[in-house]
């Protein structure tokens, strides 16, 4: 199992608070909006960090106390609603300090690593931390699987419409560009081709591969890893007039060791999906 590494909490990870009467600031370190605070987590909250590097902002989720104006470490996280992941139900985000001197704010809560290496045991979390149905975090990939080929079974999705937005330009950029728009998803459509699952996998894949990409709702094997040798090379610049903050490296080496690469595709069949929700019509 890969453990955590000293002195940051991995981006999409699951957290312990440490310490009572932490704020949560509405903005990242140097912005109006970090002046407010829109909620107060206390000892045994748990929280996720930063789950791509792209953050608020067009920033990472993590800003470290060389680049903060107050001199201390940033995360930005997600708490609360039905889930710890969820979006859309309550939940609140913001940015909190990781502590004075590292991390005595926060601590990193072991992963939940289950049996077996097949689609669904990857998307879901097997036992009771959060929630059973809860999606494994980035961060509990990495830690249950390593670097060992895995393969997958499943349907081609495309899980975004919208390509890169973002002032950085990231290296190697299929594994370290911050958009996840290809995935696979698991092989349980119903009659209206809609997926009666919750979750995908996002899938990195190098130029050579996408030139023979599948098909929307392909279903296929793809063989992969997680913890790519390329991922301690991963890097970002900017433009010389940016004034923002830059990329934390050691937080997007670690974005980029999460992420799946695969490194062979085949098309066994195929699914008749529903077209995709942003091709739909909207209910008013």
Avoid: K
């Amino acid at each position: 199992m890969v453990s955590a590494p000293p002195g940051i909490v991995p981006p999409a990870g699951v957290a312990a608070v440490t310490a009572d009467g932490l704020r949560v600031r509405a903005g990242r370190p140097g912005t109006p909006e970090h002046d407010e605070v829109v909620y107060t987590l206390n000892a045994g909250d748990v929280v996720l960090v930063g789950t791509n590097p792209s953050g608020s902002g067009s920033v990472f989720g993590y800003v470290s106390p060389e680049e903060s104006p107050d001199g201390r470490g940033w995360y930005e996280i997600h708490v609360g609603g039905n889930g710890l992941m969820s979006w859309i139900d309550g939940g609140v985000s913001g940015w909190i300090s990781e502590g004075e001197d590292g991390l005595e704010y926060l601590e990193v809560m072991p992963p939940t690593c289950s049996a077996g290496d097949d689609l669904e045991r990857v998307l879901y979390r097997v036992g009771s931390v959060p929630d059973e149905d809860e999606a494994l975090t980035a961060w509990d990939r990495l830690a249950c699987f390593g670097g060992r080929e895995l393969a997958l079974q499943g349907v081609w999705e495309y899980l975004c419409y919208e390509g890169p937005m973002t002032a950085f330009t990231f290296s190697p950029s299929h594994i370290a560009v911050p958009f996840d728009c290809l995935g696979i998803v698991p092989d349980d459509i119903d009659e209206d081709g809609h997926s009666r699952r919750a979750g995908a996998l996002p899938l990195r894949m190098a130029d050579e591969l996408l030139v023979n990409a599948p098909q929307r709702g392909d279903l296929i094997t793809v063989r992969g890893h997680f913890d790519d040798p390329l991922a301690t090379t991963c890097t970002a610049s900017a433009p010389d007039q940016f004034d923002g903050v830059m990329p934390d490296t050691e937080f997007l080496v670690l974005y980029c060791r999460e992420q799946f690469v695969v490194e062979e595709i085949t098309v066994t069949g195929h699914r008749d999906l529903a077209p995709p929700w942003w091709e739909q019509p909207f209910d008013e």
